[in-house]
C-alpha cells in the first residue's frame, strides 16, 4: 500500500489559548446553569499576569466572573508566577456588555420565539466529519496527539516526577531526563507498539529549553485551536470557533449537529468516510445548505445519502439545541470540551457523539 505522512497536533490544557477556551466555556456552563435561556458570546485573553473576560451576554443569572476566572487557572495549575500566572494574585479585567438588540431580535425575538423558528445566531458554515479508522471514529493522528497531550497532562498532575515531563519544564532538569521521561511514562502507555519502531524519529523538547511558559511565554486567545477542537486536520472546519458560545451560535451548535450526523452515517455503514457540511444566514432557522461527502466509499450514491441525513436530522438551531440537550450547562459541562477535543470522546455530556439508527435500503 501507498504510505504517506500526515501530521495533527496537540496542546494541553495549559496552553495559554486553552486557558482562555477553558474559561470562556466555564462562564458559559454559569451562565446556562442558572439561566438556560442565556445569550453567551464570551472571550477570553491572558497575558503575563493578567487575564481579561469580554464579550456579549444576556443573562438572569448572578455571575461572579472574576471567580470562575480564578478558579479555573487555580485547576488547571496555575499557582505561582513561576508556572506564568497566579490565579490568586494576578489582574482580571471583566468588560462584558448585553448582546446586541440587532441581533437578539433577529435571532430568538427576546425569548418570545418558539424553539423551531428560533433563527441562527450568526452566518457561516460547519463541518462534521467521521472516518472508520478508529473505534470512536475520528482520525488516527487527531486520536493519538489528543491521548499525547491528556497522558501528559494526567501525569503531571499525579506525580511530582512529571514535572520534568512537561514541555514547559523545572530549571533542573535536563533535557536527556525530559526525553526518557516523556518515552517512558507518556509514550509508550498511550502509541501502540505497531506504531514505534528503530526508525521511529522522537522530536522531544527539540528547542532544547522551555522554562519560561504560559501566559508569560504566550499569549492566550479565545478561539485560536480550532484544529486541535476538532478534526486535526482532517476533513474540514468552518468559519468559527466554539468555546463560550450559546447554543443559537451555530458556530459551536451547527458543528455538533452535523459530526453527529457525519458519524451516524459511518456508524450505520453507510460509507467508511464522511464529511457533512451546513450553512446558514443570520436569523434564519433553516439552513440555506446541507452537503454530503463520503470521498467515494459510500455504499449507496452520495444525493441518497444525503436524502437520509435530511429526513434523520434537524438543523434547525433551536431543534439542534433541544434534540443534543445544549441548553444545559453547569458541573463544568462545556468546560470539558474547551481541552482535549469536542469530538470523539465517550462522556455522556457528549450528546452529538451518540449515533443515530438510520435507515436504509441495503444491496
Known amino acids: 500500500m501507498e504510505t504517506f505522512l500526515f501530521t495533527s497536533e ?8 486553552k486557558l482562555c477556551d477553558q474559561i470562556s466555556d466555564a462562564v458559559l456552563d454559569a451562565c446556562l446553569a442558572q439561566d438556560p435561556d442565556s445569550k453567551v458570546a464570551c472571550e477570553t485573553c491572558t497575558k503575563t499576569n493578567m487575564v481579561m473576560v ?13 471567580k470562575i476566572v480564578r478558579d479555573t487557572c487555580r485547576t488547571i495549575g496555575f499557582v505561582s508566577d513561576d508556572v506564568g500566572l497566579d490565579a490568586d494574585h494576578c489582574k482580571v479585567l471583566v468588560n ?11 435571532v430568538h425575538g427576546h425569548l418570545t420565539k418558539r424553539p423551531e423558528d428560533i433563527g441562527a445566531g450568526d452566518q457561516g458554515h460547519m463541518f462534521g466529519y467521521a472516518t472508520d479508522e478508529t473505534p470512536e ?12 497531550g491528556a497522558r501528559l497532562t494526567e501525569v503531571r498532575k499525579k506525580t511530582t516526577r512529571a514535572h520534568g515531563c512537561g514541555l514547559m519544564h523545572d530549571e533542573t532538569v535536563t533535557n536527556d531526563e525530559i526525553a526518557a521521561d516523556l518515552k517512558e511514562h507518556v509514550i509508550k502507555p498511550v502509541i501502540p507498539e505497531k506504531y514505534l519502531d ?11 529549553r522551555f522554562v519560561i511558559g504560559g501566559p508569560h511565554g504566550d499569549a492566550g486567545l479565545t478561539g485560536r485551536k480550532i484544529i486541535i477542537d476538532t478534526y486535526g486536520g482532517w476533513g474540514a472546519h468552518g468559519g468559527g470557533a466554539f468555546s463560550g458560545k450559546d447554543p443559537t451560535k451555530v458556530d459551536r451548535s451547527g458543528a455538533y ?3 453527529q450526523a457525519a458519524k451516524s452515517i459511518v456508524a450505520n455503514g453507510l460509507a467508511r468516510r464522511c464529511i457533512v457540511q451546513v450553512s446558514y444566514a443570520i436569523g434564519v432557522p433553516e439552513p440555506l ?30 431543534m439542534i439545541a433541544i434534540s443534543l440537550d445544549l441548553k444545559r450547562g453547569g458541573n463544568g459541562r462545556f468546560l470539558k470540551t474547551a481541552a482535549y477535543g469536542h469530538f470523539g470522546r465517550d462522556d455522556p455530556d457528549f450528546t452529538w457523539e451518540v449515533v443515530k439508527p438510520l435507515k436504509w435500503e441495503k444491496a
Not at 462584558?96 to 433577529?106: K, L, N, V, Y
Open 54 to 66: 469580554f464579550g456579549e451576554i444576556t443573562t438572569k443569572g448572578d455571575i461572579d466572573y472574576e
Open 96 to 106: 462584558i456588555e448585553q448582546q446586541s438588540p440587532d441581533i437578539a431580535q433577529g
Open 257 to 259: 449537529i452535523v459530526r
Open 198 to 208: 528503530e526508525k521511529t524519529i522522537f522530536h522531544l523538547n527539540p528547542s532544547g
Open 289 to 318: 445548505s446541507v452537503f454530503v461527502d463520503t470521498y467515494g466509499t459510500g455504499k449507496i450514491p452520495d444525493k441518497e445519502i444525503l436524502n437520509i441525513v435530511k429526513e434523520n436530522f434537524d438543523f434547525r438551531p433551536g
Open 10 to 17: 496537540s496542546v494541553n490544557e495549559g496552553h495559554p489559548d
Open 137 to 148: 471514529l475520528m482520525p488516527l493522528s487527531h486520536v493519538l496527539a489528543t491521548k499525547l
